[in-house]
């Protein structure tokens, strides 16, 4: 004799095998949602990373040209 829950599940499906567990197809999906999950995480932290370090590299930029402005308003004004 099966146990009641067991029976029910008989007669619900009409069939005489009950699956339980994961099927491969339920775990590779998991795995793909968890995939995605990790990569926009994933770009969530790089992405301000590389964007401020693109911030400083214009900055330095920035700097070294107004200093060679600089140089060259002083070498016009000093009459070289």
């Not at 099966?2 to 099927?23: E, I, Y």
């Not at 795995?31 to 990373?49: E, K, Y």
């Not at 200093?67 to 004004?77: D, K, L, P």
Request: no cysteine; charged share 20%.
């Amino acid at each position: 004799m099966q146990p009641p829950t067991l029976q029910r599940a008989n007669r619900a499906h009409g069939r005489g095998l009950v699956l339980r567990g994961f099927s491969l197809v339920e775990a590779m999906l998991a795995i793909a949602v968890f995939g995605v999950m990790a990569a926009g995480l994933l770009l969530m932290v790089v992405g301000p990373i590389q964007s401020s370090g693109g911030a400083a590299d214009r900055e330095k930029a920035v700097f070294l040209s107004e200093e060679g402005i600089e140089a060259v308003r002083s070498i016009r004004n000093d009459g070289w």
